[in-house]
Structures are given as structure tokens and as C-alpha cells.
């Protein structure tokens, strides 16, 4: 994409709008213009946000820009951030225009697609399931405390590196990774072994009571086939939707986040996946906030939480 100037407007706020590498960029002054928060409030947001979600050189950049300095027009280099910076710092400062200026952004970028400026249409469907995790993310935010909103913003931003990945694989430069495979199978009697273990630090008496053997049914449904093939081809794939599974269908009274974490963790370990190159793929926090997503979701967004959660075991 070449680089452009483009006009935001709405009632509160005019800005010049540079688009550039499938983005759109705004200095430190049109983010405080944007959010309508003084430029000290602004800048230690962005330093929290590079340091807790973005820590990525891509985020920055310096643009040449003219400056009005007593009666002189001047060019300077100035810092411009991204829009995952943007979408990040709104977020925390609560700006109704942080939203107007989200959906702007969107489909300015959508219509640069259809004119033939944006080449690699995965990164723009990426950035869009971005904005919908940040939706997901803002209708929780009522119940969330402060180390899970930061935890959870800082997996939107991890998950936004996979455009990186993507551009990478367009272009031939990294191999594809197609997941493993195993012919091993988890089975109800251990996964309801390991349960019991957790109903001693549980005060409900309703903790880990099932509902119609329903985890049995889900374990059956992550190992099924069609045709003679398996239908999650990958024990990735098969990971993902099983901690999905158990905490959408709701298969206990009481519990059903904490168990499905638990056993999320116990059947990444029975495969030997839980562990690359001596780190655990998923450390905790991480995995509160994709339970945490996984819960508010809707049915409809699975494909996208899936996804969320493969970016992290691939």
C-alpha cells in the first residue's frame, strides 16, 4: 500500500489519517486529540501498552511531517503508532471515540482492499477478528480485574503478530505448520479422575456434577471421523475444541472454566505438546484469559476463538 493522507471526521475530532503498510498510523498529539486525554496521559499509556501487549518495532514508525512553527512551516520526524496500538490504548482510556475510530479504520481499510491497494487479504480478515476479540473483550469488562484485563489484551496483541506469520507464509518464507498427529486417545474414567482431584479445593457442593455423562460425549466428538478420517485432524485442533466444548455446552453445574482449563492442560501433557524447546506453550494467565473468552463468546464467533487458541499451540 502506498502511502496516503486520509481525513477522520466526526463531531468532537478532524484528524489527517496516514494509511501506510495495511494500517493507519496517528501521532502521540492526534491520539490525545482522538481520545480527548492530555498528551502525559496518552504517552504513558503507549509506553505501558509496548511494554504489557506490543512490544514490536512494526507498531512504531516516523513519518516526515510538516510543522508550523511561529511563521515557518517545518519538517520534522515525528513517531506515528499503529493501529493495534491505537485499538489498545482506547481500550484502556474508555473513549467513545476509540470505537468510532475502530469501525472508520475498518472500512477504510476494506474499501483500500477492493481498490487494490491491499494485496494480502489474510491480514485484513486478521485484523478484523482482532476488533471483534476487543468486542468480546469490552463485554466482559464489568467482571474483569485488573492482571486478567491486561493478560487478555496482551493475547489480542500476541495474536496479532500471526500476521506477520501469514505475510511470512505468503510469501514462501516459513513452512506451514500442519499440527501433530497421534493414533493415543484420552479417556472419560481419567479425565473424571483428575476432576475429583480438583473437588477438594472446590467449596460448591455442586462443583464437577455432570450433566448427562456430557463430557463423555464431548470426548467422543473430538475424536471422531467421517469417512474414515478424523474430523479434527490435529491433537491441536482436537485440544482447542475440546476446552472450548466443555466450557460452551455448559457439561457441569458448577465448574466448568476451571475444569475445562484443567483438563485443556492435562491433554496437551498426555500428547507430550504441553512443552517447546523448555516452555510450557501456555502459561497461566494466558490461559485465564482465552477461558475468560472462550466463556463470553458467541456460539457464533467459535471459529475465531478456535483460531485464537491454535495461534498459541502453533
Same mark, same amino acid.
Given at each position: 500500500?502506498?502511502?496516503?493522507?486520509?481525513?477522520?471526521?466526526?463531531?468532537?475530532?478532524?484528524?489527517?489519517?496516514?494509511? *501506510?503498510?495495511?494500517?493507519?498510523?496517528?501521532?502521540?498529539?492526534?491520539?490525545?486529540?482522538?481520545?480527548? $486525554?492530555?498528551?502525559?496521559?496518552?504517552?504513558?499509556?503507549?509506553?505501558?501498552?509496548?511494554?504489557?501487549?506490543?512490544?514490536?518495532?512494526?507498531?512504531?514508525?516516523?513519518?516526515?511531517?510538516?510543522?508550523?512553527?511561529?511563521?515557518?512551516?517545518?519538517?520534522?520526524?515525528?513517531?506515528?503508532?499503529?493501529?493495534?496500538?491505537?485499538?489498545?490504548?482506547?481500550?484502556?482510556?474508555?473513549?467513545?471515540?476509540?470505537?468510532?475510530? $475502530?469501525?472508520?479504520?475498518?472500512?477504510?481499510?476494506?474499501?483500500?482492499?477492493?481498490?487494490?491497494?491491499?494485496?494480502?487479504?489474510? $491480514? +485484513?480478515?486478521?485484523?478484523?477478528?482482532?476488533?471483534?476479540? #476487543?468486542?468480546?473483550?469490552?463485554?466482559?469488562?464489568?467482571?474483569?480485574?485488573?492482571?486478567?484485563?491486561?493478560?487478555?489484551?496482551?493475547?489480542?496483541?500476541?495474536?496479532?503478530?500471526? %500476521?506477520?506469520?501469514?505475510?511470512?507464509?505468503?510469501?514462501?518464507?516459513?513452512? *506451514?505448520?500442519?499440527?501433530? =498427529?497421534?493414533?493415543?486417545?484420552?479417556?472419560?474414567?481419567?479425565?473424571?479422575? =483428575? #476432576?475429583?482431584?480438583?473437588?477438594?479445593?472446590?467449596?460448591?457442593?455442586?462443583?464437577?456434577?455432570? $450433566?448427562?455423562?456430557?463430557?463423555?460425549?464431548?470426548?467422543?466428538?473430538?475424536?471422531?471421523?467421517?469417512?474414515?478420517?478424523?474430523?479434527?485432524?490435529?491433537?491441536?485442533?482436537?485440544?482447542?475444541?475440546? +476446552?472450548?466444548?466443555? #466450557?460452551?455446552?455448559?457439561?457441569?453445574?458448577?465448574?466448568?472454566?476451571?475444569?475445562?482449563?484443567?483438563?485443556? #492442560?492435562?491433554?496437551?501433557?498426555?500428547?507430550?505438546? %504441553?512443552?517447546?524447546?523448555? *516452555?510450557?506453550?501456555?502459561?497461566?494467565?494466558?490461559?485465564?484469559?482465552?477461558?475468560? +473468552?472462550?466463556?463470553?463468546?458467541?456460539?457464533?464467533?467459535?471459529?475465531?476463538? =478456535?483460531?485464537?487458541?491454535?495461534?498459541?499451540?502453533?
Amino acid at each position: 500500500m502506498k502511502n496516503e493522507i486520509i481525513l477522520f471526521e466526526n463531531q468532537d475530532v478532524r484528524l489527517d489519517v496516514n494509511i *501506510k503498510d495495511d494500517t493507519v498510523w496517528l501521532s502521540l498529539e492526534q491520539i490525545s486529540k482522538l481520545f480527548d $486525554r492530555d498528551k502525559s496521559v496518552i504517552s504513558r499509556h503507549i509506553k505501558n501498552v509496548m511494554q504489557e501487549e506490543l512490544n514490536d518495532s512494526s507498531t512504531v514508525a516516523k513519518f516526515a511531517t510538516v510543522q508550523k512553527e511561529g511563521d515557518r512551516e517545518v519538517s520534522r520526524e515525528i513517531e506515528y503508532y499503529n493501529l493495534d496500538v491505537i485499538i489498545s490504548v482506547g481500550y484502556r482510556v474508555k473513549s467513545k471515540n476509540g470505537i468510532i475510530f $475502530r469501525k472508520w479504520a475498518n472500512k477504510i481499510l476494506k474499501e483500500y482492499l477492493l481498490k487494490g491497494y491491499v494485496v494480502n487479504q489474510k $491480514r +485484513l480478515e486478521y485484523l478484523e477478528k482482532t476488533v471483534k476479540l #476487543i468486542d468480546i473483550a469490552n463485554r466482559i469488562d464489568d467482571e474483569l480485574e485488573g492482571n486478567e484485563a491486561k493478560e487478555i489484551l496482551k493475547v489480542i496483541g500476541d495474536y496479532s503478530k500471526a %500476521l506477520d506469520l501469514l505475510d511470512n507464509y505468503d510469501h514462501k518464507d516459513i513452512t *506451514k505448520v500442519k499440527g501433530s =498427529i497421534s493414533n493415543k486417545k484420552i479417556t472419560y474414567e481419567e479425565c473424571i479422575e =483428575i #476432576i475429583n482431584k480438583l473437588r477438594f479445593n472446590s467449596g460448591s457442593k455442586l462443583f464437577a456434577l455432570e $450433566r448427562d455423562k456430557g463430557l463423555e460425549s464431548i470426548i467422543g466428538d473430538i475424536y471422531q471421523t467421517f469417512d474414515k478420517k478424523d474430523v479434527y485432524k490435529s491433537i491441536e485442533e482436537k485440544a482447542c475444541n475440546f +476446552l472450548y466444548m466443555i #466450557i460452551k455446552n455448559h457439561v457441569f453445574i458448577d465448574g466448568n472454566k476451571r475444569i475445562g482449563a484443567t483438563l485443556f #492442560i492435562y491433554f496437551l501433557q498426555f500428547y507430550n505438546i %504441553l512443552y517447546k524447546n523448555g *516452555k510450557q506453550v501456555i502459561d497461566n494467565n494466558t490461559l485465564v484469559a482465552l477461558t475468560l +473468552l472462550i466463556a463470553q463468546s458467541n456460539p457464533k464467533e467459535k471459529d475465531l476463538i =478456535i483460531d485464537l487458541v491454535m495461534n498459541f499451540l502453533e
